[in-house]
Structures are given as structure tokens and as C-alpha cells.
């Protein structure tokens, strides 16, 4: 199994509702990332767990909160979010071990807020 | 090629010819660097992969140049095809174990 999978596909919300992204992966891998893409740019990182640890986070404002319950999964709590918020939510994955740092990409889950 | 604005560079390749896809990198620090493929309604899939102690490495139908002197890496597809239409990524791999993506290139296949 080389997939990470990204649930849902599709969401709409408003700026007062709470909802979360999920993502899966069952390669072992023990690093785990929220990128997002707005249209035309490229993936920007917002988060990195390793090892079941928030090892990095990029300044990003608060009403986006991670989890990782587990090696295989890494959620992305949405809240008060803004309409500038709407892009493409990117997870991945990697080793996180030297020599093989490349990341596997999920399909990712187109946000819109009204 | 630089992102100017909401345009992606994009290049236009003749079916069956080579395309290359150019991506300047600044972090000097980077010692590993990857090149992604997006297709619309996807997420990046990684094509190749190349470290800082080599200048070339070669996969199936692609080829990969790193010039470290002035920081500039390079995607060679041989032999374009209607499948190959996608927005290609570089990005680079520093020692603060971040993949930076660098602005991307349309790369889109004349019949």
C-alpha cells in the first residue's frame, strides 16, 4: 500500500462551523505533513509531526489545529475559519529518516468558506 | 522561470519532442532536491530525486541536472507525451527537515 488517503474530497463550510480533515497512510511512515495550495501556487507547509510529535508549524494561525492520535493518522481541526482560508489541503508523508526524505502526497481536500 | 503574479510559467512541447523545465533554488544549505508532478484534482506525485554529490541522475524517460555553482536544477523528459501534461514542481530539502516547494511550471503538449 503506497497511498495516503484524504478524507473528504470536498468541503464547504461557513466561517462559524467546526469541521476536520483527515488523512491516512499505512506505509509506516513516521512522519506526517499539512501543506495547503491555493490555486496556481505551489504546496505551502503548515505543519510537520514526527514520530507522533509536532515537530514544526509555520506560523500558522491558530483556528487550524493538528493532531497525529497515531502513526498512521493526522487530522486537521478547522475552526472560525475565513474565506481566505479556501484552498487545497495537501497531506503527506515520509520515512523521516535519513537518506529517504521524500514525501507521498494524498489527493488533498478542497476547502471553500463561505 | 519566476511566478509572476497568479500565472504559472508554462511551457508548450511538441508531442515526441524533450521538454525542460527549469527551477532556481537560493538556500545554499539544501542538499537534497525532488521534482513533483500535479495533474489537475491531484495531489504532487514525486518523479526524481537527486542529492547534493551528484550533478545527474537519470529515471525512466527523465533526467534530472543539479548545478550547485548557480543553484539551478533541471527536469529533462525525453520524448513528451499527452500524458506528461501536468504543473511540475522542484523543491528542496534543508537541514531544518523542511520540503520547500519552488513556484512550479505548467508544462502543457502540442498534438
Known amino acids: 500500500d503506497t497511498e495516503v488517503t484524504q478524507t473528504p474530497k470536498h468541503l464547504v463550510m461557513g466561517m462559524t462551523n467546526k469541521k476536520s480533515l483527515k488523512c491516512e497512510q499505512h506505509?509506516?511512515?513516521?512522519?506526517m505533513y499539512w501543506y495547503k495550495q491555493k490555486a496556481k501556487k505551489p504546496p505551502e507547509l503548515m505543519f510537520v509531526y514526527s514520530y507522533e510529535k509536532l515537530s514544526i508549524n509555520e506560523s500558522v494561525p491558530s483556528r487550524f489545529s493538528p493532531e497525529c492520535p497515531n502513526s498512521s493518522l493526522l487530522n486537521l481541526h478547522l475552526h472560525a475559519l475565513q474565506p481566505e482560508d479556501s484552498a487545497l489541503y495537501l497531506c503527506a508523508s515520509s520515512q523521516d529518516r535519513a537518506g529517504d526524505e521524500k514525501l507521498f502526497f494524498g489527493s488533498g481536500t478542497q476547502l471553500s468558506v463561505l | 522561470g519566476e511566478n509572476v503574479g497568479l500565472h504559472l510559467p508554462t511551457l508548450s512541447v511538441q508531442e515526441g519532442d524533450n521538454s525542460i523545465i527549469n527551477c532556481a533554488y537560493s538556500n545554499s544549505a539544501s542538499d537534497y532536491f525532488i521534482w513533483y508532478k500535479q495533474e489537475s484534482g491531484k495531489g504532487p506525485q514525486f518523479i526524481i530525486d537527486i542529492r547534493s554529490n551528484m550533478d545527474k541522475r537519470q529515471g525512466q524517460r527523465v533526467t534530472v541536472l543539479l548545478n550547485k555553482t548557480v543553484k539551478h536544477l533541471s527536469l529533462q523528459i525525453a520524448a513528451t507525451q499527452p500524458g506528461d501534461s501536468a504543473v511540475y514542481f522542484c523543491?528542496?530539502?534543508?537541514?531544518?527537515?523542511?520540503?520547500?516547494f519552488g513556484s512550479g511550471t505548467r508544462l502543457s503538449i502540442r498534438p
Open positions: 506505509m509506516g511512515h513516521r512522519a
Open positions: 523543491a528542496d530539502y534543508s537541514s531544518a527537515s523542511k520540503i520547500i
